[in-house]
Structures are given as C-alpha cells and as structure tokens.
C-alpha cells in the first residue's frame, strides 16, 4: 500500500508538470488569469501538490490541493510481520480472536509480537478513570499542556474547552479525541506522572507483562503491547459498564465556544445491523499502522477480537469481516495459528 501511494503522489506530480505546461501558451479569460495567478502565489501546506486541471481547449478548470502522505514503515512491517501469510488473508500483522467465557483461541496470527498499540491506549485511560471512581460531573479545560506536540494532530476540543469529566471519557472513548485523553490523565489526582504509573500498575495486575504506557493517548510510539495483553484488556474494560456504553457510541454532540460541535465514532461496524458488537477501540500512529480492538456477539459465542499493524485505511475494517464471516460460516473452526518470534523494536 506504501509503495501505491508512493507511486500515486509521482505521479499526480508529473500529471501536473505535463498538463502545466501542455496548457501554458494557450490563451485564458481575465477571470481565469486572476484564480491561476493566485494559486501559484499560495502556498501549499505541508504535504500537498498543487494540481491544475485544464480543459482541451486550454481553459482552466480546476486548481485542486492533493494531499501526499509521507512514507513511513510501521514496526510491524519494518519487522517483517506482513510476510508471514494466514489462511484469511489478513491485511494485519497481527491478530487473535478468542472466546471470551472459555478463553479458546480461534485464531491467532503474531499474537505475542510486541508492537505499538496507538489510540488503543486509550481502552487503559478509561479503566484507570473509571476504577478511581472520580466525579463524572466534574469539568474539566483543555489547556496548552493538551496540546499534541508529538505527532502535531488537530483537535476540535480549543484550548479553554470546558467539559464534564464524563464527556471527555466519553470523546476520548468514541472519537478517540487525544486532547480529552489527555486531559483525563493530567487531572487525575497526583497530575499525569501519577496516572501514567496507574496504567502500568494495572496492566501489572491483570497479567499483562508485554505492556508499557508512557502516557495516555497513545500518540507515542513508546505505548506498546502484544495482542494478548490487549484481549485481557478488552476483556476487563468490558466488565464496565460506561465504558461498553460511550465506546460504541455511534455520535455525541457537546457545546464547544457556545456552539455544538457534534463527534462520531471512529468504527463504522457499531452501526452496522451485522454486528454486535459490546466494546470496540480504534487506534492509529505510522509506527502503529491501523489498529482495532472489540468485543462482539456472533455465532452464540462472545468474543474478543484484536488488529494490530493493518496496511490501509479500510484494512482492519476489513479483516474484521473477513473474521466475522469465517466464524458464522463455520459451526466449528479450527484453530489456524500463525507465530513469529518477538520482534526486537
């Protein structure tokens, strides 16, 4: 997929240095001067082409910003994950699915891989805030600190945003909102240092060895863990009741600057009548590739599904069919499994 779209940006590149100058003695309309004469004085944001369209007499068309995403190898791939093949055909480098009353692993695929877990990260922000037991009437402001400076992504939540605390779990949750995951973690009680150290005493406690937190949005690459750690983590979030109910939430909408801002999820399978699904969490940084965790009902079984490490923006949407498919066509599937050694990041 990196190399597609690597291939796609050179070429929108060369389309437009041909077209321009296929088009530049041909004769335009004052009015069309003036829009191309503006779109070369502007300057493209960072990561985008200029694209000029023309028509076959030369009149211009259309002055687009194509958006080129730069090319960066997630761990995964970088650890030659996406080599090994799996009976599904799974775009993700990593997965498990598991009965979650009996524990039987359905299929697992680099299940003990250690990678980095992205918004994910977010699933143990939650547990944290909902076993302290805090205030979900309390507001809480985003401020400068909640800024991302890591990965510099954009937020609708400005700086001075006041909200309930259970609005900020519930963004956080839903629309996987970083400044609100953010903003949990720096109000806990004791300040971020305090809450980080929280996350990685309760991954101690429920066993899961390969997972480390360094803090609670995920935005680094430095939070990682092993797709078996995170099927225990789903499954003991799950025993929370808020957070089953605000992470699959389909939309939320809350007054942002005296207006309403509405947010809506980032899994587009809790809307669909297919799926059953009690609690999901999406995730994405480049070193992480697309991430996705759930818990959902099918076959008469309760199940845990993770996707770590999935090349392309539908993929792990994708591979989570290809699962779902699998297990209601099948009464009794057998066990594929597929394991790597550890890959050392």
Not at 83 to 96: F, I, N, Q, T, Y
Request: positive net charge.
């Amino acid at each position: 997929m990196s190399t597609v779209r690597t291939l796609v940006s050179a070429t929108l590149l060369l389309c437009v240095a041909a077209v321009s100058a296929a088009a530049a003695p041909k004769s335009t309309t004052p009015s069309e001067k003036k829009r191309a004469a503006a779109a070369a004085k502007a300057t493209p944001a960072k990561n985008t082409s200029v694209v000029v369209v023309r028509s076959g007499n030369g009149a211009l068309r259309r002055v687009a910003l194509v958006r080129v995403e730069p090319v960066h190898p997630s761990f995964g791939q970088l650890s030659g994950l996406h080599d090994e093949a799996d009976v599904l055909a799974l775009k993700s480098g990593v997965a498990l699915v598991l009965d979650q009353d009996t524990n039987e692993v359905l299929f697992s695929k680099n299940a003990e891989a250690v990678l980095p877990i992205a918004s994910i990260t977010k699933l143990m922000t939650a547990v944290v805030v909902t076993e302290a037991n805090l205030p979900l009437d309390e507001m809480i402001t985003i401020t400068d600190d909640d800024i991302d400076t890591e990965k510099g992504s954009r937020s609708r939540l400005k700086v001075g945003t006041t909200l309930p605390r259970g609005d900020m779990l519930h963004l956080a949750l839903m629309s996987s909102e970083n400044r609100a995951a953010h903003a949990l973690g720096r109000t806990y009680p004791g300040g971020l240092a305090v809450f980080v150290a929280e996350m990685n005493h309760k991954a101690r406690e429920l066993g899961m060895n390969d997972t480390r937190y360094v803090e609670p949005t995920g935005l680094s690459s430095a939070n990682q863990s092993s797709a078996r750690d995170l099927a225990t983590l789903v499954k003991a979030a799950h025993e929370h009741q808020i957070i089953r109910e605000l992470s699959t939430s389909p939309e939320y909408a809350v007054e942002v600057g005296n207006r309403p801002v509405q947010f809506r999820t980032t899994n587009g399978l809790v809307k669909s009548p297919e799926w059953d699904i009690g609690l999901q969490k999406t995730g994405y940084i480049s070193e992480a590739g697309r991430c996705l965790v759930m818990q959902a009902k099918m076959a008469g079984r309760q199940l845990i599904m993770v996707f770590l490490d999935s090349a392309g923006k539908y993929s792990r949407i994708g591979d989570a069919e290809r699962v779902r498919r699998w297990i209601t066509e099948s009464a009794a599937p057998a066990v594929p499994t597929l394991a790597v050694a550890k890959p050392k990041l």
